[in-house]
């Protein structure tokens, strides 16, 4: 497991990085700064293995900070991640201690890539990962060469104008003349050591990458041709499905189709017998009811007949009663007194 820790004084960066590199499972962030002062407190405390430092920060910028850790905690190894596309900052940072240098621009795949080949000792320096690393790490030692030149050439200046001396100058160049000579060589023989081994491992590394897109590829097509298969069965037997189920809906529609005609041819045959049976019904039931109602008529009459002569029966036994009542007292009156048959006989 990689440890990594992340300065920058954008916080927003620290978060897209940490997202990054937090789906490598080889990779782990440990923690954040956001200037030089707090990411050396950091390294002090969390003693990770690759610190990822940004050049313009406050307090103290990134440069100063990689000096600081690069002298204190050596086994630490800093990747410059900067906003600067400017070779003059490369230099900086070689000089600095930094094992790595990346533009902010810079993808995911770079940056894990970068932070793997520093932390297996790979120094692939330049801002960009590619057939242009050899060429770029050329024109980095020539920049060294040509940095290291021009500040020899300005002490000789300020040795110059502070002694006056001719000779002495002369010696004091040759001096560095002969210290130049020999940086230059220990600079390019490094350099070269260097360039060859990354020409290796770069040549071994591509080897490698490319069987492992050709197997990749190869995987790749033999699912993709399974998927193929296997997407074309699945559609066949839906097909037969949805035939068989369609042949079998028709099916049925014809049926009910001609269970309908038929019906249909039914219904009008039997339209004129339920007709002839309605009438003839019709006719059935006004022969059994007209005998009913002419019946029913009889019957009213002389029930009418009989009230009328029940009528006329309580009107003369009322008027009969009425007489009789007269009668007896017209008798009391006059003091006559009329016997009836009966009395005549009882006597």
Known sequence: MIDILLVDDQALLCEVLKTWL?????????????????AIQKVEEL??????MDIDMPQMNG??????????????????????????????SLRAGAKGYLLKS????ELVLKIRSVYNNVNLLDSSIGDQSVEALRNQLEELIETYKQRLQNQ??????????????????????????????????????????????????????????????????????????????????????LDERLSDALEDWSRQRAALQEWAVQRDEMRPSMEEYESRTRNELM????????????????????????????????IAIILSGYILVVQARTGDLIFSPEQDITN
């Open 22 to 38: 937090d789906i490598e499972q080889d990779l782990r962030v440990v923690g954040l700064a956001h200037n030089g002062e707090e």
């Open 47 to 52: 003693q990770p293995d690759i610190v990822l």
């Open 63 to 92: 440069l100063k900070a990689t000096k600081i850790i690069s002298q204190r905690f050596p086994e630490v190894k800093v990747i410059f991640l900067s906003g600067h596309d400017d070779d003059a900052y490369l230099g900086k």
């Open 106 to 109: 810079t993808t995911a795949e």
């Open 156 to 241: 000789a200046e300020e040795y110059e104008n502070a002694l006056g001396e001719n000779d002495r100058l002369s010696i004091i160049e040759q001096q560095y003349e002969q210290r130049f000579n020999e940086i230059e060589d220990k600079l390019y023989t490094k350099q070269a050591k260097k360039i060859d081994d990354l020409e290796r491992r770069n040549q071994s590394n591509w080897e490698s990458v490319r069987r492992e897109l050709i197997n990749v590829n190869g995987q790749f097509n033999q699912a993709n041709r399974n998927l193929n298969l296997q997407f074309n069965q699945q559609i066949n037997h839906l097909k037969q499905d």
């Open 287 to 318: 022969t059994v009811m007209n005998p009913i109602r002419a019946s029913f008529r009889d019957v009213d009459k002389q029930f009418r007949k009989i009230q009328t002569w029940i009528i006329a029966s309580s009107i003369l036994a009322l």
